[in-house]
């Protein structure tokens, strides 16, 4: 391969690619052969992007974001195009500049249907050559009657120029003239020539298949004798026309002003008719000062057996005679060309057509994800536009949030997230290092200790990245009840295990515990060194930073101080558990990376992922829909837990908030209210007729594709992104947690009561049996006797736009997840409300804040256990069950405290099925 380069080179001929596709330009195929010289340029045509666009994936999740805020097709489809030749154009650069401009073009082609109109082709062109903003673009012109004039205009205006669609020699003649008066209108103007780069693409292969198929009718020897030579025949002669202008004295005094040649280039090469040799337009056509874009099939068919010769130097008589041949034969190049030039137009146009056509059967399906919401929908991402929200964002301006001058300094220093995935990338080498150790020394499991924004992240990971080759296998620590944490700890000891200790403040409690009962019986096993099976996480200069330095700990990570717990998925708290699972830190970063770019201030609001799904949410909690309902396909489902702490504790403040519903058991599409706004996360398509007949329901529900395990990173960032955005909308501040406080607060004095009296007492119970008592504030019929009827009285209060949340402080295991879902459809079934399902303490990180601060509209259905065995908590006078009750009785305090509706129930023993099935009674 590299010697037929190296000969092309040597003999003046550039291979330039006739493809370009989103796929090709992200899984690094353009990459790969930009960097081994198998092609130094790209052209595109509608016909291209019509295919691109309509067979790819990777273009759907573009096309619907700007569908959503209100686009067009033909804007949808130009801002894709441009976006894909400014990638091809700086995969190009290093090429463009290493030539000098000779090579490593991208061309993009001007609309199709001002094919006739010269001046509309001109405005066209410099809109384009502005929009794309690379030296390195060619704008394509195709070579009508009306493209020849542009030609020159858009010439003299200094934007380089692919003239396409030529099929004759006198129409060849004619565009390069345009070049030529162009260079010279620029001369006159005192304008420089040298950064001004054009070539005339010559078609070929159609004219053989339109040649052919006449000669074939008329029979006779002499007649098929001539096919397949005409379209050579006409590209060599072609090519002489070239030799003779671009060496005369006109040319040579423009040349020493700086202009380049226009080089001819070969296009339509590939071989349409089998019997013909299949690079034979590629072979025939290898000459100095030549270009020759090829389709793949072709590229890979001549660097596989391809000649390299040079064919156009010796000139020959024998392409005059063949067109003289075929003239005898009644057949006219230049009416051919013609006819061909005709119908080139008319292919572009009506692909472009079809494609657009296409594309408007596709947004018509993402529109119908909106339902009532695509006006205001449209309007707010309008708005944003004007208000460079995009921009003031990026620049930090906290005003967007909040009005109070304390507020807004607390959100500057909130803000670093927004380049979480370029602030990374420092970090790398170290993570990787660390890792790498551990691999070899022989660790296979890794616990993570942490709450809320410290875990979350790291637990999606572990159920959708999983495990991958040479990883550890990762579980997460984030609760205090002590079989949880037996259980997690037996796991860790049945192969050798590394615990993550990850903590923002460095101080919570609940990590606190988890650490010190790891820590002892770590220590108990290897006495010498525990501290080389521990490694923090948490902000510079925190109590857990000193203690890890005080306990030798393996290793010691700092994250940026500048992000918030829930937005740091993308800084150390999330990137070393998922290096820890053996996924590449480059290329997670990179994705995210990607997703940064596009919701950047230079990009346009309506193509920007984050601020339109922002925009989205934001309108649906205008409209009354405040219950974000997470579906997923199997992999994704852990996704809705991250996007609930996000989201909850986000948005969940000064009573309003949207209410993210996780996990829900489905139900019939009208059983849903119409407070309702579903999210696909889709994978593998299970959900897809569900979300058809929700839509048919009246519901939004948007689907979001996430195809690749990789676009994790992506969602990540999105989300983030989406709900700041969101944020703006209702009005509250995204970065603060004002009712989180109190219920710490409360538990704290708890805690210091058990360390001083050794007990907890629960209270008066207002109904109990020998299984439960029950506890609340409510007023309820207590002459209704039996758990059932005590839980019907309280739920049936509920209004049609409340929910019912489940807060259970009991172990997070499979079995109870099964029962507690039960319990959750049991409720929605009977009393059409939402629900939701958390497990303290870790839910009083995450949705504990819009709970008590948020829409009063909550009913709080609190479930506790005694334990079968408790477990001390190392160097305190708490154990971990006193300590998970008076988590417990704290948030129900802070609760009533906010004016709540909260309803206790204490199981005396560890038996959840028992309170199903009485809760399953009649009441």
């Known amino acids: 391969m590299m010697e037929k380069i190296a000969e092309l080179k040597k003999i003046g001929q550039s291979l330039w690619y006739d493809n370009i596709q989103r796929d090709l330009l992200k899984d690094g195929t353009i990459q790969k052969l930009v960097d081994t010289e198998k092609i130094s340029g790209i052209t595109s045509n509608p016909s291209i992007f019509k295919k691109a666009i309509l067979s790819s994936a990777r273009y759907q999740s573009s096309m619907k974001i700007m569908t959503w805020a209100g686009w067009n097709s033909k804007e949808i489809y ?94 060849y003649q004619e565009v390069i003239e345009a070049y030529l008066q162009g260079l010279e209108d620029r001369v006159r103007a005192g304008l420089p020539l040298h950064q001004i780069a054009s070539v005339a693409s010559f078609f070929v ?253 790291a637990e999606v990971m572990a159920f959708i990245l999983g495990k991958q080759k040479d990883g550890l296998e990762l579980r997460i620590l984030d609760s205090t009840d002590p079989m949880q944490v037996a259980h997690l700890m037996q796991w860790a000891e049945e192969k050798k295990t590394v615990f ?92 995210a990376q990607e997703m940064r770019a596009v919701c950047d201030s230079a990009v346009p609001a309506g193509r920007n992922p984050g601020l339109v799904l922002g925009a989205i949410l934001g309108e649906a909690y205008l409209q009354g829909k405040d219950k974000l309902t997470i579906l997923a396909d199997d992999q994704w489902l852990s996704f809705g837990s991250w996007v609930e702490q996000l989201v909850a504790e986000s948005s969940g403040k000064e009573g309003k908030g949207i209410l993210p519903i996780d996990q829900e058991p489905a139900l019939r599409p009208d059983e849903y209210s119409h407070d309702r706004i579903f999210v696909y996360l889709r994978l593998d398509g299970r959900e897809d007729q569900r979300v058809e007949e929700l839509k048919k329901a009246g519901h939004p529900c948007l689907v979001l594709p996430v195809n690749g395990d990789l676009a994790l990173a992506e969602q990540f960032y999105q989300w983030e992104f989406a709900t700041v955005t969101a944020c703006t909308v209702l009005g509250v501040n995204a970065f603060d947690q004002p009712n989180v ?75 109870h997840q099964i029962a507690l879902q039960a319990l959750r459809k049991q409720i929605a079934e ?33 479930l506790s256990m005694d334990a079968e065995d408790d477990l001390p908590i190392p160097d305190q006078k708490i154990s971990f069950q006193q300590m998970l009750m008076a988590q417990a009785l704290g948030d129900i305090e802070a609760l009533e405290a906010a004016d709540r509706s909260v309803l206790h129930i204490h199981l005396k023993r560890s038996d959840l099925e028992l309170l199903i099935k009485n809760l399953s009674s009649n009441s």
């Open 78 to 171: 130009e801002q894709m195009a441009v976006e894909d030749i400014r990638e091809a154009a700086d995969l190009l650069l290093p090429c463009y500049t290493k030539t000098n401009g000779w090579d490593g073009y991208v061309s993009l082609e001007v609309d199709p249907e001002l094919a006739h109109d010269a001046q509309a082709t001109v405005a066209d062109a410099k809109r384009l050559w502005e929009w794309v903003d690379r030296p390195n673009l060619m704008i394509k012109i195709p070579a009508t009657h009306a493209g020849i004039p542009a030609i020159r205009s858009v010439i003299a205006a200094g934007i380089n120029v692919n003239v396409t669609l030529i099929f004759s020699i006198q129409r």
């Open 500 to 591: 993550l200790v990850s903590s923002k403040s460095g101080s919570t409690a609940e990590i606190n515990a988890g650490f010190q009962y790891a820590w002892q019986r770590v220590a108990a096993i290897e006495p010498k060194n525990p501290g080389e099976r521990f490694i923090a996480i948490t902000d510079p200069a925190t109590a857990l930073q000193e203690l890890a330095e005080k306990h030798h700990f393996r290793a010691v990570f700092l994250a940026d101080p500048n992000v918030g717990g829930r937005y740091s998925a993308l800084t150390a708290f999330g990137l070393v558990p998922v290096a820890c699972l053996g996924v590449s830190l480059p290329t997670f970063l990179k994705t």
């Open 205 to 457: 292969s159609r004219f053989d298949t339109k040649i052919d198929t006449r000669l074939k009718e008329l029979q006779g020897d002499a007649a098929l004798q001539l096919c397949g030579k005409a379209a050579i025949a006409n590209a060599r002669l072609a090519y002489q026309l070239y030799q003779s202008t671009f060496t005369q004295e006109r040319f040579l005094a423009l040349k020493q002003k700086g202009a380049q040649v226009q080089r001819p280039l070969w296009a339509s090469t590939s071989t349409k008719n089998p019997e013909y040799r299949d690079v034979v337009y590629v072979e025939e056509l290898i000459g100095p000062d030549t270009v020759n874009t090829v389709p793949p099939a072709t590229l890979d068919a001549f660097f596989d057996h391809g000649e390299v010769r040079d064919k156009l130097m010796a000139s020959s008589s024998v392409d005059a005679l063949t067109v003289q041949k075929l003239a005898d034969q009644g057949i006219e190049l230049e009416k051919i060309a013609q006819e061909l030039e005709q119908e080139g137009v008319q292919q572009f146009q009506d692909a472009f057509r079809e494609m657009l056509q296409a594309m408007d059967l596709q947004r018509g399906q993402y529109l119908a994800e909106l339902s009532t919401l695509q006006e205001n929908v449209k309007k707010r991402v309008q708005s944003f536009a004007e208000k460079r929200f995009v921009t003031s964002l990026f620049q930090k301006n906290a005003s967007l949030w909040t009005s109070s001058a304390e507020g807004q300094q607390e959100i500057v220093k909130r803000l670093g997230w927004l380049e979480a995935p370029r602030m990374g990338i420092p970090q790398v080498s170290a993570i990787q290092n660390v890792v790498r150790q551990l691999q070899e020394d022989g660790f296979e499991r890794i616990v993570l200790i942490g709450m809320g924004g410290s875990s979350l992240a």
């Open 741 to 815: 406080q109190d219920s710490k607060t409360r538990t704290k004095q708890k805690v210091k009561l058990i360390e001083e009296t050794g007990k907890l007492e629960l209270g008066q119970p207002m109904w109990e049996d020998s299984a439960f008592q029950v506890f609340s504030s409510q007023k309820l019929d207590l002459k209704k006797t039996g758990l059932a009827s005590m839980v019907h009285q309280f739920l049936e209060k509920a209004g049609t736009n409340d929910y019912v949340a489940i807060n259970a402080f009991i172990e997070r295991n499979e079995l």
């Open 830 to 862: 009977k009393f059409h409300r939402a629900t939701t399902l958390g497990y303290g303490p870790r839910f009083l990180h995450s949705t504990g804040q819009l709970h008590k601060g948020g829409k009063n509209n909550g009913y709080f259905l609190v």
